[in-house]
């Protein structure tokens, strides 16, 4: 009997916040029964959904990267964004890989951060169906190109590679600031390579395995998706999984009864002649009993749930045989219904009722057909019937150990593989520091060529400052050599007019005193021969006169000088 499903990687989360599927259906199948007397099951339950890991599991991968975060500190600088440089969500589904690449490489990390956010926000799925709509659109968009294979995506921006495997995936823990995988994985990841599920990280086909189911589903991983509706979780140790005896695989408990995998079928153990419940395995077709796995489940499990899981895992029974035509089966479908409403109404708590449902299995074991052929004392059997049993306990001694030895196996080449995946992750984490190493000093480079240039302009601006300066001092200067040269001048001038004036005045002065002397020799002439008063008269004016002028030509020259200007 294959045993409880348990966590694919150790200290892996163990709930988590529901997210986009992969197959997303706007219209979800009806709810089918499993026989005519079998009650409906849902048809998704909470265990049937993609889930992501919660805070807690981010915050202690976010812990493994803080000492590099601050080692590193990043020198943010905000800047505006252009309308003609900025790109959408639909741009990057639809665009080539180069051409957003290059686009993306001159855009600043806070508008990248708002494109993966806006993302974030559409797979969340607040706004209802119009953010259906708009994920459906994009992921037709990414899912109907031809040109996004491992070869272009090795060419893509980080954050694009990032948008592009959310979309394809319907994943929003692939844009989570905390989750940080290679490229390669992601890559891997979006050409359906690796698991979706980072908690498992498996190359696909997952243990090489070969099934019909593993080789034409795309993503599709065995150890840890449902082989009906290829989703995962974090849910372990419950009867909300079954496993296959067989192939091991994994399918959810509400997908098995939805679509009639659990049914009567003839025993496991005892052979053709009895009837009871068996899973059908979809994968391989093959059938594996339920009652001796539910046993194992409880056994192990059960006393460490609380009542809360204790009465899910009791529903979970019920919802399984309650199709069931066999005794056991029956009374096992009964005896969990009343431990149910035992525990709703409190008559009893988880542990008496934990150890009541152990009991019960301890009966059923009793009750089984094996136990009442043992039971049969002293009978003779014929030589041939007990060759006949012997080579069946032979037969199921070797089968039992030919599932070990595959599960063996299976868990070496699950190491080898997980040897090898860290192997590779180690070395892109290498490749991945000695890039943001090259970084780093090509932004210390750039830095350090801003200051100088910074230094520089500043050693500029405060010479043409001081040439500034002089230049004013200088213009001053000559505005007062300009202002004392225009006195000058004008004294010159002034200077120059009354000489000029002067010279005019003496000239006339010479004239009239020639012209004088001419008169007074006339009249001396005159006076000779016998003068008149009034020509004495006269020359006495003349004389005062000619006296007289100068002094008042000078000072009207003075006063009246019509380009004389206070200074």
């Known amino acids: 009997m294959l045993p409880p499903r348990q966590q694919s990687r150790a ?104 494109l993966k956010n806006g993302l974030r926000v559409i797979l969340e799925g607040g706004n209802g169906s119009q953010h259906r709509e708009e994920f459906f659109i994009l992921q037709k968009l990414v899912q109907s190109r031809s040109d996004l294979t491992a070869k272009t995506l090795i060419r893509a921006h980080r954050v694009q590679l990032e948008i592009l495997v959310a979309i394809n995936t319907g994943i929003q823990g692939f844009l989570h600031p905390s989750i940080s995988l290679s490229q390669t994985s992601l890559i891997e990841i979006f050409v359906y390579k690796r698991c979706r599920n980072i908690a498992c990280q498996s190359q696909l086909p997952a243990d090489d395995c070969t099934c019909e189911t593993c080789t034409n589903s795309n993503g599709f991983c065995n150890l840890c998706m449902c082989v009906v509706c290829s989703k995962f979780d974090f849910e372990v140790n419950t009867c909300r999984w079954i496993g296959c005896d067989l192939c091991s695989h994994w399918t959810h408990t509400d997908c098995a009864i939805r679509e009639q995998l659990i049914c009567m079928g003839p025993s496991v153990k005892s052979g053709a002649g009895a009837s009871e419940m068996v899973f059908r395995c979809q994968a391989c077709n093959r059938t594996s009993e339920l009652l001796g796995w539910v046993k194992d489940v409880f056994q192990h499990c059960a006393p460490s749930w609380d009542g809360e899981a204790l009465m899910r895992e009791l529903d979970f029974v019920s919802r399984i045989f309650h199709g069931s035509k066999d ?39 009793m009750d089984s057909p094996k136990s009442l052929e043992n039971s049969e004392g002293g009978r003779l059997i014929a030589p041939q019937e007990a060759c006949n049993r012997i080579a069946e306990v032979v037969q199921e001694a070797i089968r039992k150990m030919e599932i070990v030895a595959d599960e063996k196996m299976r868990m070496f080449k699950k190491a080898r593989l997980a040897l090898e995946a860290c192997d590779r ?24 060529e801003l200051e100088r240039i910074v230094r520089l302009k500043t050693a500029e601006s405060d010479m043409f400052q001081l040439k500034a300066n002089e230049a004013k001092r200088e213009a001053e200067k000559l505005q007062r050599i300009a202002l004392a040269k225009s ?27 020639e012209k004088i002397k001419l008169q007074e020799s006339s009249r001396v002439s005159q006076s000779s021969s016998g003068g008149d008063p009034s020509s004495m008269l006269m020359y006495s004016k003349i004389h005062d006169l000619l006296y007289s002028v100068p002094p008042k030509a000078d000072s009207q020259s003075n006063e009246c000088h019509p380009f004389r200007t206070n200074p």
């Open 11 to 114: 200290g892996g989360p163990q709930t988590s916040l529901s997210l986009v599927p992969l197959d997303t259906r706007l219209s979800p199948e009806e709810p089918r029964s499993n026989s005519d007397n079998l009650r409906e099951s849902p048809t998704e339950s909470a265990s049937s959904r993609e889930t992501w890991p919660t805070a807690d599991a981010i915050a202690s991968k976010k812990i493994e990267n803080g000492k590099a975060e601050i080692d590193c500190p990043e020198q943010s600088v905000i800047r505006r964004v252009s309308s003609a440089d900025k790109i959408s969500l639909q741009d990057i589904a639809r665009e080539r890989v180069d051409v957003i690449c290059e686009k993306m490489h001159h855009l600043p990390e806070e508008f990248l951060e708002e």
């Open 327 to 365: 005794q056991r089966g029956r009374k096992l479908f009964w005896k969990c219904d009343d431990l149910k409403e035992k525990l709703k109404t409190g008559k009893v708590d988880a542990k008496a009722a934990c150890r009541a449902i152990l009991m019960v299995f301890q009966e059923l074991e």
């Open 425 to 448: 992750e180690l070395a892109d984490k290498a490749r991945e520091a000695a890039e943001l190493k090259m970084d780093r000093q090509k932004k210390k480079v750039q830095i350090e």
């Open 487 to 513: 006195d000058k001048s004008e004294e010159e001038y002034t200077s120059n007019y009354l000489k000029q004036k002067l010279s005019e005045a003496e000239a006339e002065k010479q004239y009239l005193y």
